[in-house]
């Protein structure tokens, strides 16, 4: 069973910090996914990246995919708090019908 | 497109009824996921369809759980009967290239009481 670890569980900042979130697994994966859930609602794809080294960037959101494609890091710049959510990270292989999912980072940022 | 559309956003039955959960995939889109969310235990693959065909239903917990795709655009996640352990929220995800991520649903609130 391919397992994905996140870390922190919890993190709690202030607006304008940076940070970054990890997602790490003994496994290789094809590709992996981050997706963020804000309160109610369901998870909402953010990237995928699928090219080990790949660095994806998305306004102040910079996504990583490590080189041996184990691990993943998101790394957000001068926080706001519409930040706010669920990181989940995601990872699956090629012709897999499904994706194994982290427990994710539950990220607040403070006015 | 208006996504993945789910039904009911929340319901709230008495232990022992019946719940019938509904979701619409994106239209063109061949695999649908049913997921359940709990604080204690995160978002859990309870079955997922390819072409309206179930492959793989390992994680759906009980003989009381059932899920049916009878077309393209219709799914259902059935629990009967349903047990105050089954509150959760219930989410349908569909994607036309799994490995490349998916669109989820609102979700439905499930409360069993």
């Known amino acids: 069973t391919q397992l994905l670890e996140q870390s922190p569980q919890f993190l709690s900042i202030q607006e304008g910090e940076n940070l970054t979130v990890y997602c790490n697994s003994s496994?290789?994966?094809?590709?992996l996914q981050w997706y963020r859930q804000e309160p109610g609602e369901g998870p909402v794809l953010l990237v995928t990246?699928?090219?080990?080294?790949e660095v994806k960037k998305l306004k102040r959101l910079t996504f990583q995919f490590g080189d041996a494609r184990k691990d993943s890091s998101l790394h957000i710049t001068a926080a706001q708090p519409g930040d706010t959510g669920l990181y989940l990270c995601?990872?699956?292989?090629?012709?897999?019908?499904?994706?194994?999912f982290g427990d994710g980072t539950t990220l607040t940022v403070k006015p | 497109d208006a996504g993945v559309i789910q039904s009911p956003r929340h319901e709230v039955t008495e232990m022992g009824q019946e719940v019938t959960l509904r979701c619409k995939p994106i239209?063109?889109?061949?695999?649908l996921f049913w997921y359940r969310q709990t604080m204690m235990r995160g978002l859990e693959l309870l079955i997922y369809?390819?072409?309206?065909?179930?492959?793989?239903d390992s994680g759906m917990p009980e003989d009381r759980f059932s899920a049916k795709m009878p077309n393209a655009s219709f799914s259902t996640l059935k629990i009967q009967p349903s047990e105050p352990r089954d509150s959760a929220v219930y989410f349908c995800?569909?994607?036309?290239?799994?490995?490349?991520?998916?669109?989820f649903g609102s979700g439905t609130r499930l409360t069993v009481v």
């Open positions: 995800a569909s994607s036309l290239l799994p490995s490349y991520g998916y669109t």
């Open positions: 239209s063109g889109h061949n695999s």
């Open positions: 369809f390819n072409n309206n065909v179930p492959i793989d």
């Open positions: 990246v699928v090219t080990g080294g």
């Open positions: 496994s290789v994966f094809s590709s």
């Open positions: 995601a990872g699956a292989n090629t012709n897999a019908g499904k994706s194994t």
